[in-house]
């Protein structure tokens, strides 16, 4: 694969992946709400880091593991993302929504975004099905431009998008006061609660029996 097409490759997936309504993207949402863009940036940086793991594991173990192991992530991914949606929808709006930026710490929402992507079975599937066979046949063939081509694509982009956004949020986030930051606690709340329901049911329908 060429480099600009390896680079075309991952800026497409990574857009994708950066724009597309999931778990990760409802808790760049949350932190930049509750503590302003540096939050929702820290959330958006896990990704990479997260990765790192799910790579390992999946080029080491995950082969070898048994069928139940992504049925179970997406079980308790399920129930963390619920939690985080439940805790939103108990925020209370506060007086003075500059003053709360500080009480959301960036080691706190980075966290937050690891564990969201971990316990998220998604990304091994797409490490799986679709970057991993890309990046090892460069591999193979020793064409290094092109796997840092798409690295740099995929996780320019994915990590950039949500950037973007947390920034934008953030943006409008002075003009929420009272009723419209409640509102958008609860939208975000809510849409948590449904990756959080599609995580968990996906989870379970894979462990019962057929």
Not at 33 to 60: E, K, N, S, T
Not at 66 to 77: N, Q
Not at 80 to 92: A, I, K, N, Q, S
Not at 170 to 186: D, E, I, N, P
Request: aromatic share 12%; proline share 6%.
């Amino acid at each position: 694969m060429f480099v600009w097409q390896a680079l075309g490759v991952g800026v497409g997936l990574g857009l994708g992946a950066g724009i597309t309504p999931g778990p990760l993207l409802g808790l760049v949402l949350r932190e930049t709400l509750r503590g302003g863009w540096r939050a929702g940036m820290c959330v958006a940086l896990a990704p990479p880091v997260a990765d790192l793991f799910v790579i390992l594991l999946c080029v080491l173990v995950l082969t070898r593991l048994p069928a139940f192991f992504l049925p179970t992530l997406g079980v308790l991914g399920g129930l963390y993302v619920l939690f985080l949606g439940w805790e939103t929808l108990r925020d209370t709006p506060p007086a003075d929504i500059q003053a709360t930026e500080e009480a959301v710490g960036a080691t706190s929402s980075f966290l937050k975004g690891l564990l969201v992507n971990l316990f998220n079975p998604h990304p091994y599937l797409f490490w799986i099905t679709v970057a991993g066979p890309l990046l090892t046949e460069s591999y193979r063939q020793r064409q290094w431009a092109s796997v840092a081509a798409f690295l740099c694509g995929f996780y320019g982009c994915l990590v950039g998008a949500k950037v973007l956004l947390a920034v934008l949020v953030h943006s409008g986030r002075v003009y929420l006061q009272g009723w419209g930051y409640r509102v958008a606690l609860r939208v975000t709340g809510c849409g948590l609660l449904v990756f959080g329901a599609v995580l968990l049911w996906g989870g379970v329908r894979s462990l019962l029996p057929a």
